[in-house]
């Protein structure tokens, strides 16, 4: 039995001739945050969507939780419990809190396209909701429409959503994108609360929430594993110094 719920082995990604992801092993294990970092053209969203199948590998396998799911399709992995977000809030913004939640809630049921049947059907449903928008800070936006809602507060809802569908690893699609101070803080502690029961693979810029938050980390450059552990020990690497952070006085700034 694999150490990893979530591993590659050589993935390989080509496009036109040009090498996204380049034999790329990566092992992600139970009940941590893994994040995945490099500058920009390293892979990592190439990386993300051959993981969670919007895209096919050219080559190489992946698994999870012991299982081969290379040629799976994204709605097949997200039913077994490996759920993405997208760098991108992918709420319906005409929809209360409650409202997205709920629908994310029918999915197992079996309701998901019954919009047409009377509320009270859907009430069972209510409770859970109720639960999961508390869980990620946002019980006093229930009834507000997510297109009112701060930005920070709708990528917390986005959260909720992927919550409702039980995921076993969550991958996030730079969380922090486009966020202040305070809703940086906020998003960290809520990810922190979530992982302690599942395991998070997370593409994200900010280093200091990468710093703060994963307890392995991995660096991409040119579609290539560069580096991968602690922030301290990649920190530390002259080559991800380089090729990552800048070097000599803009490494120290």
Not at 51 to 78: C, E, M, N, W
Not at 82 to 92: E, N, T
Not at 175 to 183: F, L, V
Request: aromatic share 6%; charged share 20%; glycine share 8%.
């Amino acid at each position: 039995m694999s150490e990893f719920i979530l591993e590659t082995e050589n993935l390989t990604k080509y496009f036109a001739g040009f090498t996204a992801v380049d034999g790329v092993n990566l092992g992600v294990r139970e009940g941590t945050i893994h994040a995945l970092i490099g500058p920009n053209g390293a892979g990592k969203t190439t990386c993300f969507n051959l993981i969670t199948k919007f895209l096919q590998p050219s080559s190489g396998t992946i698994r999870y939780a012991g299982h081969d799911i290379t040629r799976s399709t994204p709605h097949h992995v997200a039913r077994d419990g490996l759920v993405r977000s997208f760098q991108i809030s992918a709420v319906f913004p005409h929809l209360t809190a409650l409202e997205n939640v709920r629908l994310a809630l029918q999915r197992p049921t079996g309701l998901s396209f019954h919009f047409w049947k009377s509320s009270r059907v859907l009430e069972r449903l209510h409770e859970r909701a109720y639960e999961l928008l508390s869980a990620v800070g946002l019980s006093e936006f229930t009834d507000t429409l997510a297109v009112e809602m701060p930005y920070g507060r709708k990528r917390a809802l986005e959260i909720a959503t992927t919550l409702a569908l039980e995921p076993k690893v969550m991958l996030l699609d730079e969380p922090m994108a486009g966020m202040g101070h305070e809703d940086i803080a906020r998003v960290s502690d809520l990810i922190r609360q979530v992982a302690q029961n599942r395991t998070v693979l997370m593409v994200e810029h900010n280093l200091e929430v990468v710093a703060n938050l994963s307890d392995t980390i991995t660096v991409l450059q040119r579609g290539q594993i560069l580096a991968e552990g602690s922030y301290d020990e990649v920190s530390q690497n002259p080559e991800v110094r380089e090729a990552y952070m800048g070097t000599g006085d803009e490494a120290e700034a």
